[in-house]
Each structure stands twice: as structure tokens, then as C-alpha cells.
């Protein structure tokens, strides 16, 4: 009985290292693989207008909310600041005209510093500086979220670190001399500091009518030459 229980016990603790390893190898979630994947084999080119991002980013149609096919989503839902660097070579190769980056909110959800956000951002626009200088950088600011709604506690129940890290890539804009698009102002209710309601259902994510807005206010990016 007591062999058994041994026997037992170790194949246990064996698939349990299994498991761990498994965890350890899958750096990001199989919907980021996917994806990623497909990006790697979709061309960018110089005439490109590329969107990047996460969910908030992912969740958009771009190319037909401007009604141009060179406007392109390369956003990922679930994605941080460090997957985005995992995955920019086939983005940077390509050159692309233009850069509308928003990145962050899923970093603040996982207890990561804002000085650590805008590193990592610093380090995404001065790779395309140093390997594609012509394309056109925008950094967009961090959107507001929304503690009301019972979704996505992590990341609402931060909602104050918001305009801090705002402040600091609206400082990392003006020292990379690229140009910063504050979102977050046109997008808060009567706080000044939350999402208004009236854009999402969860308190994170973005309805059509944040789209809408969204669109209006790059629009006059997207389409100067």
C-alpha cells in the first residue's frame, strides 16, 4: 500500500513539473500566438497605416472606418508592452507610413510601474527610429476605464493610475519629437478621470460609438500627407 502511494505521489509531482514547464513555455495566450502569427505573414508596406495595439485596438475596423485598405489593425487583445516588442520585426521591416500606438492598460492590470510602461514604450518608438525613421509616429494616450462595471476588476480598479502614465508619454512624445494624441480627455464622463458609460459596457472595452469618437479625433492623422 504504501509502494503504491509512492508510485502515485511521484507521478503526480511528474506531471505537475510537466505542467509547470508547459506554463513556462507559453509566454502569452494562444489567441497572441495566432495572431502574431498571422501578422508575420501579412505585408506591410510603405504605404501602410498601421494601428497597434490590444484589445481596444484589436477590436476596431479600421480599414473600413476610414474607408482606406492601407489602413491596417495589428492590434492583439490581451496584449502588454513587452509582447508588442516580441512581435514588431515583420511591423518595423515593413516601413510603414505611418504609427498610431496605443499600448498599456493590460500592463496596469498585472501591478507593472508606470515608469516600467513608458520604458517599454520608449523602447517601441526608438526601435522604429532607429530601423524605419520615416514612418510617422503617433503615440495615443491611454484610455480611461471605469470601476462601476464588474468586469475586468484588475484593470478598472486602477483607474488612477491612468493620467499619471498619460503625463509621462505626453513628456516621452516631446522628447522623442513625435506626436501625442490625447484620447483620454475626450473619452472620460463628468469625473475628468473615468470612461464615460456611454462608450462601453465593461468598463475597459470600446461600443461603436468610442470608435466613432476615436476615428474623429485621428482622422486629421491619418489622412494629412
Known amino acids: 500500500m504504501k509502494k503504491r502511494f509512492i508510485?502515485?505521489?511521484?507521478?503526480?509531482?511528474?506531471?505537475?513539473?510537466?505542467?509547470?514547464?508547459?506554463?513556462?513555455?507559453?509566454?502569452?495566450s494562444v489567441y497572441w500566438e495566432r495572431r502574431a502569427s498571422l501578422f508575420e505573414n501579412l505585408p506591410t508596406s510603405k504605404k501602410d497605416i498601421i494601428f497597434l495595439g490590444n484589445s481596444i485596438t484589436d477590436g476596431a475596423e479600421w480599414a473600413e472606418l476610414f474607408d482606406n485598405p492601407r489602413v491596417k489593425n495589428r492590434g492583439i487583445s490581451g496584449d502588454i508592452t513587452q509582447g508588442v516588442l516580441d512581435r514588431l520585426d515583420p511591423i518595423v521591416d515593413g516601413k510603414p507610413?505611418?504609427?498610431?500606438?496605443?499600448?498599456?492598460?493590460?500592463?496596469?492590470?498585472?501591478?507593472?510601474?508606470?515608469?516600467?510602461?513608458v520604458g517599454?514604450?520608449?523602447?517601441?518608438i526608438e526601435r522604429f527610429q532607429q530601423e524605419?525613421?520615416?514612418?510617422?509616429?503617433?503615440?495615443?494616450?491611454?484610455?480611461?476605464?471605469?470601476?462601476?462595471?464588474?468586469?475586468y476588476k484588475k484593470h478598472v480598479s486602477r483607474w488612477e493610475m491612468v493620467p499619471g502614465i498619460n503625463e509621462k508619454l505626453k513628456a516621452l512624445a516631446l522628447d522623442k519629437n513625435i506626436t501625442y494624441i490625447d484620447l483620454f480627455s475626450h473619452f472620460t464622463d463628468e469625473s475628468g478621470a473615468k470612461?464615460?458609460?456611454?462608450?462601453?459596457?465593461?468598463g475597459l472595452h470600446l461600443m461603436g460609438e468610442g470608435y466613432l469618437k476615436w476615428k474623429e479625433l485621428v482622422e486629421p492623422h491619418v489622412n494629412n500627407k
Open 195 to 202: 470612461l464615460n458609460p456611454g462608450y462601453t459596457n465593461d
Open 97 to 117: 507610413a505611418k504609427l498610431f500606438l496605443l499600448i498599456g492598460i493590460n500592463d496596469v492590470s498585472r501591478g507593472i510601474s508606470a515608469d516600467s510602461i
Open 7 to 28: 508510485r502515485l505521489l511521484i507521478i503526480i509531482i511528474a506531471f505537475s513539473g510537466v505542467k509547470a514547464s508547459l506554463a513556462q513555455e507559453q509566454k502569452y
Open 120 to 124: 517599454s514604450i520608449r523602447l517601441i
Open 132 to 151: 524605419s525613421p520615416k514612418t510617422r509616429i503617433y503615440l495615443q494616450s491611454v484610455l480611461p476605464v471605469n470601476d462601476a462595471f464588474d468586469n
